[in-house]
């Protein structure tokens, strides 16, 4: 052993520094059990004063417990590849992944549509938006794996600890905007697997139909990616030439979409006023940039890997209030002056 690993503090010295017992060192460091503030405060001083550095891989042959977090998504690498390179998911990782490592865990970033219990080793997870009867959530879930999951898992009544992401009241500003801008008919694109923000989405677009115009909508084959817009956008123009306004809630099926419109000489935002969820790369790079919705994805992220946090503390927790949505106008569907 050399001359600073005999030096290196203990968590038993940490103890004895904040008179409190090792026991109660530890809850705090891992959030196993309440710790009252002010003894937390005491122990956090003790940390600083004796630059207390716990020592993980120790811990890990004690426990079994490998300290890491899995981020998931369900949507599958057709949806999240190309030219969104995990926008949506890395956006997340970066917050979960420092603020993990504040808690001395680090962050797994899995990719899309992988069920990864068989290749990897994590103690807990994070989902991004599960499907109904979500085959990774049933995987966690049967191998005893605490999850939390942002947005809501659909058809349910006991749907694991989310963050909800509002896609109501997301669809909702989009659709007024469109509506303000001068669409006077307006179509839907929507995924065909079935997801809160895909069946919230379809009930707020329905509503604002009623009184106005016949629902169109146009359900894509998330498998297909970036080609089921364009094809959905060659039948709209087809089927619908009345239609001069699109909600795409996914940004890859949007990208496709753009294409067919330019190809069919199709003028944006004069003809056909086009809008997105997702204020992610795809949107701010489309010709014409796209109208989307700012997500707030790093205060998401912070409220997703604080309630995973409290999950494995034991807390009996079920949702997070997200953040609401904020409209981001660009050339699609306002020209520019």
Known sequence: MSSQDKKRARLVDVARHAKVSPGTVSNALHNTRFVEPATRQRIEA???ELNYTPNIRARQLRTGKTSTIALLSSLPLTIASGASRLGFMMEIALTVAIMALEKQHALILVPPGKIPLDMVTF???????PAENDPQLEALKQAGIPCVTIGRTPGTDTPAPWVDLHSAAAAELLLTHLKAEGAGQCAL??????RTSTMETEATYRHWCEGHQEPVVYYLNEEEGEGAGYQAAHQLLKENPKVNG???LVDTFASGAVRAFHETATDIPHQMR???RYDGIRARESQPPLTA???HLDEIARQAI???FEVMSGYNVSGSRGQMPELVIRSSTRPLK
Not at 123 to 129: G, K, T, V
Not at 189 to 194: C, E, K, M, W, Y
């Open 189 to 194: 694109f929507i995924g065909n697997i079935r």
């Open 123 to 129: 103690d807990s997870a994070i989902l991004l938006e």
């Open 246 to 248: 699109v909600l795409v």
């Open 306 to 308: 604080t309630l995973l």
């Open 46 to 48: 003790a940390i600083q």
């Open 293 to 295: 919705v700012n997500m």
């Open 274 to 276: 086009l809008v997105t």
